[in-house]
T-cell receptor, first 115, second 110 residues
Framework: AQSVAQPEDQVNVAEGNPLTVKCTYSVSGNPYLFWYVQYPNRGLQFLLKYITGDNLVKGSYGFEAEFNKSQTSFHLKKPSALVSDSALYFCAVRDGSSNTGKLIFGQGTTLQVKP | DTAVSQTPKYLVTQMGNDKSIKCEQNLGHDTMYWYKQDSKKFLKIMFSYNNKELIINETVPNRFSPKSPDKAHLNLHINSLELGDSAVYFC?????????FGQGTRLTVV
């Protein structure tokens, strides 16, 4: 069964410092991995995806993620955090057992960036 | 120019009532979804339609019934609402890989 784990409920970082939000996955077959962000009282916004190719994927708002097959991880990173990055971040994997496009989400990590 | 729009944004209703949430996408996508986000922010898929055909029906009480009159619309009807149905419901659409989400409907059952 496909699954995604985000081991940290909350990540705190000072503005200007680098940030990392962790994600590990378990899939059968090739992993299709995604990061979404949810701002308060808003829907989910797509940040970036890994389908194939380079292990370092660049996305919106200066975010990037590194796919590591041996560690089954897909951590989200940003070199310099902004206060406006404070939000709830979800890692997701596309269900590869069917062709439905169903996303399986991690439990979410709240990112708090302090000035 | 909203891509995926849901109405209403907020819905407060009494137990036992029947309510509907509407979703429309103007992106031309073939596939649409309903996800539920519970009080702990956990997101789980409920239903998916592809070109008006139901392709995902997770373990959801049969009080929940999706309806897709055309591929741009996927509505969610809920009968006999219960307190535990209180959640945020997200509609999404996808052309293939990436899903685009609506702003959500916060349903509160009192």
């Amino acid at each position: 069964a496909q699954s995604v784990a985000q081991p940290e409920d909350q990540v705190n970082v000072a503005e200007g410092n680098p940030l990392t939000v962790k994600c590990t996955y378990s899939v059968s077959g090739n992993p299709y991995l995604f990061w979404y962000v949810q701002y308060p009282n808003r829907g989910l916004q797509f940040l970036l995806k890994y389908i194939t190719g380079d292990n370092l994927v660049k996305g919106s708002y200066g975010f990037e993620a590194e796919f590591n097959k041996s560690q089954t991880s897909f951590h989200l990173k940003k070199p310099s955090a902004l206060v406006s990055d404070s939000a709830l971040y979800f890692c997701a994997v596309r269900d590869g057992s069917s062709n439905t496009g169903k996303l399986i989400f991690g439990q979410g990590t709240t990112l708090q960036v302090k000035p | 120019d909203t891509a995926v729009s849901q109405t209403p944004k907020y819905l407060v209703t009494q137990m036992g009532n029947d309510k509907s949430i509407k979703c429309e996408q103007n992106l031309g996508h073939d596939t649409m979804y309903w996800y539920k986000q519970d009080s702990k922010k956990f997101l789980k898929i409920m239903f998916s339609y592809n070109n008006k055909e139901l392709i995902i029906n997770e373990t959801v009480p049969n009080r929940f019934s999706p309806k897709s009159p055309d591929k741009a619309h996927l509505n969610l009807h809920i009968n006999s609402l219960e307190l535990g149905d209180s959640a945020v419901y997200f509609c999404a659409s996808s052309p293939g890989m990436v899903a685009f989400f609506g702003q959500g409907t916060r349903l509160t059952v009192v």
